[in-house]
């Protein structure tokens, strides 16, 4: 005789259960491990851009200084060119004014990492979203600074060493750098460059560098600001 037997619904319904649950839990266990990775991803890059801007805030307070220097010095030049003389006493410190004025100068802040996460379409990283924005931001403002530079530097190569080159011995006037005003560790040769400031030629040519610097220098300001709040905000990330 056949019997009818009796399906097990409460132990089918509790397999079932499990291996749902065991589903539900791979799945889990393995969004645990992406958010992770991603997490052990974003904190070895908020460090690698944490240690390339700190080196970055190192090198614009020394271009800064070097850029400060130079119109300062073209200020000096432009007055004394007022007059068209130099007192006998000051003659000697016009070469030190003039290597001063022209000394070149460039921010070069390493860009490695910034170009290679805005590169690598990995920048999903960042859960900053003011972060990815600065950083956006801090190429292009670096960008116009360089290309300010780059006008100053050509205007010295195309305009005033011309001028200079036969005039005086820039060799010796080179020696006269600012970080041998006190004494010179070698044999320092009179230029008599301080009769150029009775050249109108030359005052118009210190003139043009002048403004050249005077914009750099206001270039400055938006980069030293866009480095403080990358700065600021790398911070933030890395102490939550």
Do not use: C
Not at 26 to 33: K, Q, R, T, V
Not at 102 to 116: L, Y
Request: net charge negative; aromatic share 8%.
């Amino acid at each position: 005789m056949n019997t009818v037997r009796e399906i097990a619904w409460p132990r089918i319904l509790a397999e079932g259960a499990a291996i749902v649950v065991s589903i539900l839990l791979a799945f889990g266990i393995e969004a645990w491990w992406d958010s992770r990775s991603d997490a052990n991803q974003e904190q070895a890059l908020l460090l690698a851009l944490s240690g390339d801007f700190t080196e970055a805030a190192r090198l614009l307070s020394v271009v800064k200084s070097r850029h400060n220097m130079t119109a300062h010095a073209g200020e000096q030049l432009i007055t004394l060119g007022e007059t068209g003389n130099v007192p006998e006493a000051d003659q000697n410190g016009v070469d030190l004014l003039i290597s001063a004025h022209f000394a070149r100068a460039k921010f070069d802040p390493p860009m490695g990492t910034v170009d290679s996460v805005l590169g690598s379409g990995r920048i999903d990283l960042l859960t900053s979203q003011e972060l990815i924005a600065e950083l956006t931001k801090w190429s292009s403002v670096v960008t116009q600074l360089h290309n300010l530079e780059i006008e100053a530097r050509n205007h010295f190569y195309d305009r005033i060493y011309p001028y200079l080159a036969p005039r005086i011995n820039l060799k010796d006037l080179d020696k006269g750098m600012p970080q041998f005003s006190e004494s010179y560790p070698w044999g320092q040769e009179q230029t008599d460059a301080y009769k150029l400031v009775a050249d109108q030629e030359f005052i118009n040519i210190v003139y043009v560098h002048w403004v050249l610097k005077t914009n750099i220098l206001e270039n400055l300001v938006p980069v030293e600001v866009s480095l403080t709040r990358i700065s600021d905000l790398i911070e933030m990330e890395l102490s939550d």
